[in-house]
């Protein structure tokens, strides 16, 4: 049985090594999120993360967000091409920061 001295040093790398790569993959989506909207749409919306294939993206207007989903089919097709794990994208109003 090992120690909890040789136990902790473990898990704590495997925390950050992950903690590192789930950063690295969010940087990768806020760039692609970039090149595919134009700079007026940026503007109103905000990256909230991924969860199980899910990108949530929160939206300044409900109608900034209708615009959106209208158009969700060609974004998220974009995506897949370069992240084919997301499947699906969900557009929540909510005050930009």
Known sequence: ??????IIPQVVGKMVLSRNQQAGEQGALEQIWQDILE????RHTRLGGQRDGNLLVFVDSPARAYHLRTGKAKILKQIREKIPEIKDITFKVSEQK
């Not at 049985?1 to 040789?6: A, G, P, Q, V």
């Not at 700079?39 to 940026?42: C, D, F, R, T």
């Open 1 to 6: 049985m090992d120690s909890i001295k040789d």
């Open 39 to 42: 700079k007026q749409e940026l």
